[in-house]
């Protein structure tokens, strides 16, 4: 089991940067896939990218592909998001996601969830 906690979300104007990070407990944070979701109000989780057990690996939504980069320091149990060329678009409460088996986009695989972070992008 592994319990995460994201941190890192804030009120930035448009063109800025953010990076969040999203700290799990436990000793096998390696043998998780993770991923970064988001959420506004009356819609659905939405995907962002998601990122292989040793990192090898990454995946983005077109819309933040090219701004975003997905890590992860499997020394320090952490996962990261940093984030560029904000738009207002991007307003959402993000979370992090970590699974055992899955690997993909569909949120309602992942088994793990952290408690999200606001991120909001002013115009």
């Known amino acids: 089991q592994v319990q995460l906690v994201e941190s890192g979300g804030g009120l930035v104007q448009a063109g800025g940067s953010l990076r969040l990070s999203c700290a799990a407990s436990g000793r096998t944070f390696s043998s998780y896939a993770m991923g970064w979701f988001r959420q506004t109000p009356g819609k659905e989780r939405e995907f962002v990218a998601l990122?292989?057990?040793?990192?090898?690996?990454?995946y983005y939504a077109d819309s933040v592909k090219g701004r975003f980069t997905i890590s992860r320091d499997n020394a320090k149990n952490t996962m990261y998001l940093q984030m560029n060329s904000l738009k207002p678009e991007d307003t959402a409460v993000y979370y992090c996601?970590?699974?055992?088996?899955?690997?993909?986009?569909?949120?309602?695989?992942?088994?793990?969830w952290g408690q999200g972070t606001q991120v909001t992008v002013s115009s």
């Open positions: 996601a970590a699974d055992r088996y899955y690997s993909g986009t569909y949120s309602k695989e992942y088994a793990y």
């Open positions: 990122i292989m057990r040793t990192g090898g690996y990454t």
